[in-house]
């Protein structure tokens, strides 16, 4: 009798559960969680159609916000106190501390390390340009030591060390064509051999002041085809073509150059992959002299056995050439 009493109450509970009218089912609801059941179902489909509105939003206002502040993330400055510029006075008696001024007035500040004299009357002149995150004056011990026959040009980007005025792209083209210009005066009888040597985004600086101007060789360290290219190895989700101001398209100027150009790269290089100097050895008619340094990264490249051994062999041919 239980079972048949409890198999009784289940059929009609069932049956009053399903005469119930909608309106009496939202009614319930409404009574419960105290809303309107009509008002939050017309909330959430219209959510929907909020929602990727929302989304779309934000995404606009990320890659806004990329495009502005995109120099931030390309040049990180580093600055130095002025007790630092007075002992490398004092420690390196070769450094010469000079400056140039922008076609804007800017004050330009660096350094000539000027080469061991034996003598002779031969002037051989490098002019370096550093990566995006580099102090010129950490160059001053390195270039010394290993390049002792070379007077060496050490002039900070806008923005970097001592030098006033922010980074860009054209303005860093400006100021290398002119501090090129103008450093030659100051050799007397004129130079015998001069050679430009970039490092990263330098690599983009040197190879556009070699393109416009006469120089007898090209050192390239960890270069890239184009910034651009680059950018979208890192990020392939972004409308990166749109999002970025800056190229540095050294792909675009390398066969303008005549010079002999010795290029130098890490097989495990993060930051600047192989695949990008490849990119660029490619677009280049002629021949160049490739050195891949086994092992070695972005920021490990010049600790190599081989890295000033490659580059002094590359200088002496240049000088003997001439």
Do not use: C
């Not at 270039?143 to 922010?166: A, C, F, I, P």
């Amino acid at each position: 009798m239980a079972s048949s009493f409890f198999s009784i109450e289940f059929n009609i509970s069932a049956s009053v559960a399903l005469i119930y009218s909608k309106d009496q089912i939202h009614n319930n609801i409404e009574n419960i969680f105290g809303y309107d059941y009509h008002f939050g179902r017309e909330l959430l489909m219209s959510n929907w159609i909020l929602w990727p509105a929302i989304i779309l939003l934000f995404i606009g206002i990320m890659l806004s916000l990329l495009y502005a502040f995109q120099d931030r993330l390309i040049f990180y400055p580093q600055s130095i106190s002025q007790t630092e510029v007075d002992r490398i006075a004092r420690d390196y008696e070769l450094s010469e501390e000079l400056s140039f001024h922008g076609e804007d007035g800017k004050e330009l500040h660096g350094w000539l390390v000027n080469a061991e004299q034996h003598g002779n009357e031969t002037h051989r002149l490098l002019i370096y340009y550093g990566g995006n995150a580099e102090e010129l004056s950490g160059q001053i011990p390195l270039m010394t030591d290993h390049l002792q026959d070379w007077s060496v040009l050490l002039v900070n980007y806008r923005g970097y060390g001592k030098s006033e005025g922010s980074p860009r792209e054209e303005s860093l083209y400006d100021d290398a064509l002119l501090i090129f210009d103008q450093i030659q005066g100051r050799f007397d009888g004129g130079l015998d051999s001069l050679v430009l040597m970039g490092r990263s985004i330098g690599t983009g600086i040197a190879t556009k002041v070699a393109a416009e101007r006469d120089v007898n060789g090209l050192i390239l360290i960890s270069p890239f085809d184009s910034l651009t290219e680059v950018a979208r190895h890192h990020y392939p989700f972004l409308p990166i073509s749109t999002l970025l101001r800056y190229s540095f398209n050294s792909a675009e100027r390398i066969n303008d150059i005549s010079a002999p150009v010795m290029v130098m790269a890490g097989d495990e290089d993060r930051i600047i992959p192989e695949k990008r100097t490849r990119a660029l050895l490619e677009k280049k008619t002629g021949s160049v002299q490739y050195e891949l340094m086994n092992g070695r990264g972005h920021n490990d490249i010049h600790i190599d056995p081989h890295f000033w051994t490659s580059i002094r062999d590359f200088l002496k041919s240049i000088h003997e050439d001439r």
